[in-house]
């Protein structure tokens, strides 16, 4: 017989794919000794076993070999399920390989598969749940060590370290064998060029000075911005210019406080380079201060509370109750505060600013008048008397909610709750 051999390597970084690919190999090898050749090699390197097999690259092109009827091969052999399959895949997988006349040899089952044999649909039915448990086992272990490194010893678990730190080191690895190896522990320290920056931008935001505001300001000071300072670790960003999103990263990061955070991103797993950010609830924070701070931890609260108003000429200050709350149906930006027409107000630009010309084809801006925004709030959500704008605003805002406007459908027409978190949608309009 004539073998196609499938193996795969969940990392690069923590893996040695030779070694790993290679004692694969060899099982397959002892599996199919005397009864065939291996002829062709399909190898996935850094993807999880959870995902699926069309959408791991070669295990696909193995897929679409089974189609071409010059594949030079009539069997697949494996060295470990656990390599291969997870869960209900490979049940998944075997009607196509039957369709295809092509068998699957596996070590656990000494040979090729029988979809029809009791004895094999209970073996995979184990090594399927088996596979799921190893996986869950493993993540549940690491997770809980660095919940409890990062809350208890106030580690630091890697990273890129944020702007205005720098990693210096922090004495050999706790574990022995790594210590041997030569692996040391790294802590965060402030650094002398950037630190200053960062204590600048909490100070002018607690004097009341917006986002955009700072931004604008070290831009015009020529301060580099952090994918500059660090062009190793930020290769994909431009390290042009300051933006809104990154002072309004740097003023949400607690770790500026000096105490270690982790779990504020969460990874896809079917996808490791699609990031996600994981509510206030779910961080671990360190009971104590690890590294330097850069901002006291009464500062940084207040910093989060403060919205910053600009002052009119007769020195009054502007209120716009539904700040933060409203979002753009077509373009899914949050919607800017404009005070026009001598009463509060939103627009959303889609993206346009004065440092970008605007699209002569692009989306018309989006307005709304907040009069009667809150005319529509108190017909859709007030249920009684003491329901008044002031109490659904802050019912919104402790949901979670937000209300999504839209430009091509009437203002308000459904009542719409999402899940609430980390934001729902309230209605459309």
């Avoid at 200053?196 to 015009?220: C, D, K, T, Y």
């Avoid at 200050?317 to 933060?324: D, E, H, I, K, S």
Wanted: proline share 7%; glycine share 10%; hydrophobic share 40%.
């Amino acid at each position: 017989m004539q073998f196609a051999f499938y193996a795969r390597t969940s990392t690069e970084d923590f893996q040695d794919p030779v070694s790993s690919c290679g004692w694969q190999r060899e099982a397959a090898q002892i599996l199919v000794a005397g009864r065939g050749v291996i002829v062709a090699e399909f190898v996935d390197i850094g993807y999880s076993r959870r995902v699926s097999w069309t959408e791991r690259p070669q295990s696909a092109a193995l897929l679409t070999a089974l189609a071409d009827p010059e594949r030079g091969w009539n069997a697949i052999v494996v060295g470990e399920y656990e390599r291969a399959f997870s869960g209900d895949q490979l049940t998944q997988l075997l009607p196509l390989f039957q369709s295809s006349d092509v068998q699957l040899w596996m070590p656990e089952a000494g040979g090729p598969v029988d979809p029809g044999s009791p004895v094999h649909q209970a073996l995979m039915l184990l090594l399927g749940g088996q596979s799921q448990r190893e996986v869950l086992r493993a993540r549940y272990r690491v997770l809980a060590a660095m919940r409890n490194q990062a809350a208890d010893q106030g580690r630091f678990l890697g990273g890129r370290p944020p702007y205005g730190y720098r990693l210096v080191d922090a004495g050999p690895h706790p574990n022995r064998a790594h210590a041997r190896w030569g692996r040391r522990l790294h802590r965060l320290d402030a650094d002398p060029v950037t630190a200053p920056h960062v204590r600048w931008m909490f100070a002018q935001r607690l004097a009341g000075m917006s986002v955009a505001g700072i931004a604008r300001r070290l831009n015009e000071r020529g301060v580099p911005c952090p994918s500059n300072v660090d062009r190793e670790r930020n290769p994909h960003r431009s390290g042009q210019a300051w933006t809104l999103r990154t002072v309004a990263a740097i003023l949400g990061n607690p770790r500026y406080t000096g105490r270690q955070v982790w779990n504020r991103q969460s990874t896809s797993a079917a996808d490791l380079a699609v990031r996600s950010w994981n509510a206030p609830e779910e961080w671990v924070i360190s009971t104590k201060r690890s590294h330097p701070a850069l901002v006291s931890d009464d500062d940084f609260v207040v910093a989060q509370a403060i919205r910053a108003a600009r002052p009119t000429q007769d020195g009054n200050r502007r209120v716009y109750l539904l700040a933060g709350l409203l979002r753009c149906g077509p373009c899914g930006r949050r919607l800017d505060s404009h005070w026009v027409n001598g009463r509060p107000g939103y627009r959303c630009r889609h993206g346009f600013t004065s440092a970008r010309p605007r699209e002569v084809s692009g989306p018309k801006c989006l307005y709304v008048r907040e009069d009667r925004l809150l005319a529509e709030l108190l017909a859709k959500v007030g249920g009684g008397e003491r329901d008044g704008p002031a109490e659904i605003i802050a019912a919104l805002r402790a949901d979670g909610l937000v209300i999504v406007c839209h430009t091509d459908i009437p203002f308000v027409t459904a009542l719409n709750k999402k899940e609430p978190a980390p934001q729902g949608e309230l209605f459309r309009g």
